[in-house]
């Protein structure tokens, strides 16, 4: 999905996934496809709540698939644990990707709701007014599902609560599960600590369970004088899968477009002239090396051989 905006682009759906610069689309386009969204999920569903759900679910998987495609875009490698890093860098990050709406941080004292945004001018309430019969029901719904999805997907599991006000202003605010805010409580008790790389000493099984709610952390038990390593986490594997799953979607990318610049290739052959394949199909005239002769010895790198000893024959008698 592209940052949506007034103007317009040129097909922004064409660009390649790794391209730095970033797409637009027309606000009325986005209009038009959140209204046939909004129309599918009314003919589909019964009951408001569950319209509400279906459009959730459509903004959870955009979320969850717009932090992605940043991640790949970005190569960021870490893994922000603090709610507070989460929401300034990633969360808004994926936020100013997608919108450009004016909006405002918010926070509140409450541990269980910390932050939340507060949007201006929501782009689902643009085109869409619902009827006012239905009291409980907004088509900012849809942002909630981004939000949801950009949070959940970065582990950090929430319920985005919607609260529009009569000017137009519309606060989403997310309500973390108890794992995070107890994660959050174990984290910010070692804070002080700049090196992060340290041992800690449990001795209770209430911040041994916190720990394991931390992924990649490995737990080391002493029984006597022996020291036993615990299994990986269930938060580990789900993290590590998740990890795996992104690098074989970068793999299965790089291999579609080496099929694509193959196909590519066998179809600019295919365009040749018969001539052009005959030029082609000639060998290469190979380059033909003159070897030198070989030269005599060095005469003064040999040896001189010793000169033979001459011995005088005596003379014969002749014979009478």
């Known amino acids: 999905m592209s940052r949506l905006t007034g103007q317009s682009a040129h097909a922004p759906l064409e660009k390649p996934i790794g391209a730095s610069p ?15 969204a909004f129309d599918y999920c009314k003919r589909r569903c019964k ?30 490698k870490t893994h922000e644990t603090r709610i507070s890093t989460m929401f300034t860098k990633t969360l808004l990050g994926v936020w100013n990707y997608l919108f450009t709406s004016d909006y405002k941080l918010l926070k509140y004292t ?13 782009l689902t309430n643009l085109y869409m007014q619902p009827p006012a019969e239905w009291k409980n029901f907004d088509p900012s719904i849809f942002i909630a ?20 006000s009569t000017d137009g202003t519309v606060e989403f605010i997310p309500t973390f599960e108890d794992e995070v805010l107890e994660r959050e409580k174990l984290l910010a008790k ?12 449990v001795g209770n099984l209430h911040d041994l369970h916190l ?20 299994k990986p986490s269930l938060r580990t594997l789900e993290f590590s899968a998740m990890i795996k799953q992104d690098k074989e979607k970068a793999e299965a990318e790089v291999v579609q477009q080496n099929i694509q610049r193959y196909e590519q290739s ?14 082609l199909s000639k060998p290469s005239q190979s380059i033909v090396h003159r070897h030198k002769k070989a030269k005599g010895p060095n005469p003064l790198a040999i040896k001189k051989k010793a000169p033979k000893e001459r011995y005088q024959t005596p003379p014969t008698k002749k014979k009478n």
């Open 22 to 36: 970033r797409g637009e689309v027309n606000v009325s386009a986005f209009g038009h496809l959140y209204c046939a």
């Open 47 to 76: 009951t408001l709540p569950e319209i509400s759900a279906k459009l959730e679910s459509l903004g959870y998987d955009v979320g969850h698939r717009t932090l992605e495609l940043l991640g790949y875009r970005t190569k960021e």
């Open 110 to 122: 409450d541990e269980q709701r910390p932050y939340g945004i507060r949007d201006s001018q929501p």
């Open 145 to 164: 599902g981004i939000i949801k999805g950009v949070l959940c997907a970065s582990d950090f599991p929430c319920i985005v609560l919607v609260y529009p």
């Open 190 to 201: 070692y804070e002080k600590s700049r090196d992060r790389r340290f041992c800690m000493a």
């Open 211 to 230: 720990l394991r709610l931390i992924p990649g952390v490995p737990l080391v038990h002493l029984n006597r004088n022996v020291m036993v390593l615990e």
């Open 266 to 279: 066998t179809s600019a052959s295919q365009l040749r002239t018969p001539a052009e394949e005959a030029e």
